[in-house]
């Protein structure tokens, strides 16, 4: 079973978020520091509006400040691209017969937004969302859950993410992790590159060989 993270890895919207924490900061004459990205950067919705609340000391409830995110957002996810090689890899991964599956953090609308926008969501057989059960990718229960729901054990999964928190949960679950590079997350490629079972820049990297593709008809 082949599990995929979306922001950051199938597609390339990690910049939609640090754009809205940047403007939904400025608003407020706040910066965008690096303890503010670490705080916000690896988490669901509903916690992250709770560490901004706290950590920039705001007297708007957790629901407002969710509320202003969506708004900054947008229609963004209507717009956003698939990240190189993506689109055929998981061509080549139904040619396979592998099943597979998202697993992510995103806005469970935005999520489906940019599947239905970018035409993926036929490659899927589920999408769970760490917002609706409430766990954090880092939590290994999350991916015992995804692996539980889709009848596989955890020692048969793989799972591709750009971030590191969320590959050493999925470890901790007892699962292969393949790190998947984006630009938001490139200050951690040194530990990803040590931790992952495998690491790539692309999915391009991923794609058969011409002679594989022959040598396997």
């Not at 957790?62 to 055929?88: F, N, S, T």
């Not at 790539?200 to 990297?205: M, R």
Request: hydrophobic residues 40%; contains cysteine.
């Amino acid at each position: 079973m082949f599990f995929f993270d979306l922001d950051g890895t199938l597609i390339d919207s990690n910049g939609i978020w640090k754009d809205v924490d940047r403007t939904f900061l400025a608003r407020r004459g706040l910066p965008y520091t690096h303890a503010y990205y670490e705080g916000v950067a690896h988490t669901i919705f509903p916690l992250a509006a709770k560490f901004t609340k706290e950590f920039c000391h705001l007297s708007e409830s957790c629901e407002e400040i969710m509320a202003e995110w969506m708004e900054l957002a947008g229609d963004l996810y209507a717009h956003v691209q698939v990240k190189p090689g993506v689109r055929a890899y998981l061509k080549q991964c139904r040619a396979e017969g592998r099943r597979m599956a998202v697993v992510t953090s995103s806005v469970p609308a935005h999520c489906r937004t940019a599947l239905e926008h970018l035409d993926l969501a036929r490659y899927f057989e589920d999408v769970f969302f760490a917002h609706d059960l409430g766990l954090e990718k880092r939590d290994p229960a999350i991916w015992r859950k995804a692996a539980e729901d889709c009848g596989v054990e955890p020692e048969r999964c793989t799972v591709f993410d750009d971030s590191l928190s969320a590959c050493r949960g999925a470890r901790a679950a007892r699962m292969r992790v393949v790190g998947v590079y984006d630009a938001f997350f490139a200050q951690d490629e040194s530990k990803m590159r040590n931790f992952c079972d495998v690491y790539i820049k692309s999915f391009e990297e991923l794609l058969w060989l011409p002679e594989q593709k022959a040598r396997k008809k």
